[in-house]
């Protein structure tokens, strides 16, 4: 059993930059809230009929939960991680069955005049169950498949939850917990692959639309893209130099028939030009990896042709999405303007933060905000309240803020003395990167809109509460580190 550590050690302990960037944030937030829904009937602050003053009473309530965290035993966090996992995993199944429909969703518990969303309670409990796993005896990622098994069914088990529940974005949060398997020994190749995905899917169908050798745009660069990756893999991951130099050679010597063919009014195709340089470039590493007996070449040639096909999965894969949500991918990719309908909220919202300025307007003078122009502006839109009245210097003191706290927790990560505290570290900043990222991002346009609050400022007392259990757990995992016998 852990040594026990005293409240009064403990508090000696605790990481006082987390705790003051949190109580900035929080605050600062309430009164973003209390900006984005401010009518001109003067209500107070302190109005607990309005969402700011609702919000103070789930901040009082988060600083009550953040000091009992810290009042618990070090140990109990990993001796019932598993449990935990499991209690929060069946609730989100009861919410599928008795949640309400609420905009399309049956994610959140109505308990009289609260209502909660289990999924942000998932956040935590998922975080520790993973660090319970990587703590346990000799437990290495890369030491046998299975071990790859156990962690993503962690993952992913709440994402198939929670996208039962018709919570999308919510779902998507936890697939950015790939970035912690990735710091305990996941091949980087899982991540190249997947922001290969990304790439494809997007240049895929933001140029469907234009034609380029006879062929849909989308498709013609992304077999450009997927002949560089090739020769990139090939030149720095198989570390064949000589192989890249004789792949270029073949993209030089298609390239100039191509050239000569056009020339003499000769059209091949697009389609001929791509696949069939593709085509010779892979017949030319299979050469290769038959003389050299090298895995490296026979995974880039795999790779080369996954991303073909996933490429050709792109209309399937945006079709399977509804109605609304294909609406906000096509908008967010300027594929179409519907600026009355799905791209109404992003549109206003740039113009929320590019009236701002530099310095903005000042505190409740924003127009765009008292006009109501920005639909759900205290929830996941408030980050254009802060652009309008605070203009570039609020909005850059608040990225910085936040750019600070998940480099502090990353700090904290690595000097932990355990698995444990370090993978559960890690978690967390991965919950606050993804969330951080996405929702700005939503914000000045440059992502769809998926339904992601920004982390201490928008309105809610689920996503507070969720956020508050994950960071005061982390300040008690890691205040507790040196007391610990592990």
Same mark, same amino acid.
């Given at each position: &059993?852990?040594?026990?550590?005293?409240?009064?050690?403990?508090?000696?302990?605790?990481?006082?930059?987390?705790?003051?960037?949190?109580?900035?944030?929080?605050?600062?937030?309430?009164?973003?809230?209390?900006?984005?829904?401010?009518?001109?009937?003067?209500?107070?602050?302190?109005?607990?009929?309005?969402?700011?003053?609702?919000?103070?009473?789930?901040?009082? !309530?988060?600083?009550?939960?953040?000091?009992?965290?810290?009042?618990?035993?070090?140990?109990?966090?990993?001796?019932?991680?598993?449990?935990? +996992?499991?209690?929060?995993?069946?609730?989100?199944?009861?919410?599928?069955?008795?949640?309400?429909?609420?905009?399309?969703?049956?994610?959140?518990?109505?308990?009289?005049?609260?209502? !909660?969303?289990?999924?942000?309670?998932?956040?935590?409990?998922?975080?520790?169950?993973?660090?319970?796993?990587?703590?346990?005896?000799?437990?290495?990622? =890369?030491?046998?498949?299975?071990?790859?098994?156990?962690?993503?069914?962690?993952?992913?088990?709440?994402?198939?939850?929670?996208?039962?529940?018709?919570?999308?974005?919510?779902?998507?949060?936890?697939?950015?917990?790939?970035?912690?398997?990735?710091?305990?020994?996941?091949?980087?190749?899982?991540?190249?692959?997947?922001?290969?995905?990304?790439?494809?899917?997007?240049?895929?169908?933001?140029?469907?639309?234009?034609?380029?050798? @006879?062929?849909?745009?989308?498709?013609?660069?992304?077999?450009?893209?997927?002949?560089?990756?090739?020769?990139? &893999?090939?030149?720095?991951?198989?570390?064949?130099?000589?192989?890249?130099?004789?792949? !270029?050679?073949?993209?030089?010597?298609?390239?100039?028939?191509?050239?000569?063919? +056009?020339?003499?009014?000769?059209?091949?195709? @697009?389609?001929?030009?791509? +696949?069939?340089?593709?085509?010779?470039?892979?017949?030319?590493?299979?050469?290769?990896?038959?003389?050299?007996?090298?895995?490296?070449?026979?995974?880039?040639?795999?790779?080369?042709?996954?991303?073909?096909?996933?490429?050709?999965?792109?209309?399937?894969?945006?079709?399977?999405?509804?109605?609304?949500?294909? &609406?906000?991918?096509?908008?967010?990719?300027?594929?179409?303007?519907?600026?009355?309908?799905?791209?109404?909220?992003? =549109?206003?919202?740039?113009?929320?933060?590019?009236?701002?300025?530099?310095?903005?307007?000042?505190? !409740?003078?924003?127009?765009?905000?008292?006009?109501?122009?920005?639909?759900?502006?205290?929830?996941?839109?408030?980050?254009?309240?802060?652009?309008?009245?605070?203009?570039?210097?609020?909005?850059?003191?608040?990225?910085?803020?936040?750019?600070?706290?998940?480099?502090?927790?990353?700090?904290?990560?690595?000097?932990?003395?355990?698995?444990?505290?370090?993978? +559960?570290?890690?978690?967390?900043?991965?919950?606050?990167?993804?969330?951080?990222?996405?929702?700005? @991002? &939503?914000?000045?346009?440059?992502?769809?809109?998926?339904?992601?609050?920004?982390?201490?400022?928008?309105?809610?007392?689920?996503?507070?509460?969720?956020?508050?259990?994950?960071?005061?757990?982390?300040?008690?995992?890691?205040?507790?580190?040196?007391?610990?016998?592990?």
């Amino acid at each position: &059993m852990p040594s026990r550590i005293s409240n009064k050690a403990l508090f000696s302990h605790i990481d006082i930059t987390i705790v003051i960037i949190y109580a900035i944030l929080v605050v600062a937030g309430a009164f973003s809230i209390y900006a984005a829904s401010y009518d001109f009937d003067n209500a107070s602050i302190l109005d607990f009929s309005e969402f700011s003053g609702k919000q103070f009473v789930w901040i009082a !309530l988060s600083f009550l939960i953040g000091t009992a965290i810290l009042l618990v035993d070090d140990w109990f966090f990993e001796t019932y991680a598993y449990p935990i +996992y499991i209690g929060i995993t069946l609730l989100l199944i009861v919410t599928i069955f008795i949640a309400p429909d609420i905009k399309g969703s049956h994610s959140w518990i109505v308990l009289g005049p609260v209502s !909660l969303q289990p999924a942000e309670f998932a956040k935590f409990a998922t975080a520790l169950a993973l660090a319970k796993l990587f703590n346990g005896y000799n437990f290495t990622l =890369n030491s046998k498949p299975s071990n790859y098994l156990k962690a993503l069914t962690i993952i992913l088990l709440p994402v198939i939850i929670i996208k039962l529940q018709d919570e999308t974005g919510s779902a998507l949060v936890f697939l950015s917990l790939f970035l912690v398997l990735f710091r305990e020994g996941m091949s980087g190749l899982i991540l190249i692959a997947a922001l290969c995905s990304v790439v494809i899917f997007v240049v895929a169908l933001k140029y469907s639309s234009i034609m380029i050798m @006879g062929i849909p745009g989308g498709e013609f660069i992304v077999v450009m893209l997927i002949l560089l990756l090739i020769i990139l &893999m090939v030149a720095f991951y198989c570390k064949s130099q000589i192989a890249a130099r004789n792949i !270029l050679l073949i993209y030089l010597s298609c390239a100039a028939i191509t050239a000569i063919l +056009y020339a003499f009014k000769i059209e091949p195709g @697009g389609r001929i030009v791509a +696949y069939g340089t593709l085509a010779i470039t892979l017949g030319y590493i299979v050469t290769e990896m038959l003389k050299r007996n090298t895995k490296k070449l026979l995974i880039t040639s795999l790779f080369a042709i996954g991303s073909v096909g996933f490429m050709f999965s792109t209309n399937a894969a945006l079709d399977s999405l509804g109605q609304h949500q294909q &609406m906000r991918i096509k908008v967010a990719l300027g594929i179409e303007d519907d600026l009355r309908g799905a791209g109404y909220n992003v =549109n206003q919202s740039k113009i929320a933060i590019g009236s701002g300025g530099f310095s903005g307007k000042g505190f !409740l003078n924003g127009t765009q905000t008292k006009l109501k122009y920005v639909p759900e502006q205290h929830t996941d839109f408030i980050f254009c309240t802060i652009g309008e009245e605070e203009g570039f210097i609020g909005t850059s003191i608040v990225v910085i803020l936040f750019v600070a706290l998940i480099l502090r927790i990353i700090k904290i990560a690595e000097r932990q003395h355990s698995a444990f505290g370090r993978v +559960y570290a890690y978690c967390v900043a991965s919950y606050l990167i993804f969330h951080f990222g996405i929702n700005i @991002g &939503m914000v000045i346009g440059l992502c769809p809109v998926i339904g992601i609050p920004l982390p201490f400022f928008s309105y809610g007392g689920s996503s507070l509460w969720g956020f508050t259990i994950l960071l005061f757990i982390l300040l008690k995992i890691d205040a507790s580190r040196t007391e610990r016998n592990y």
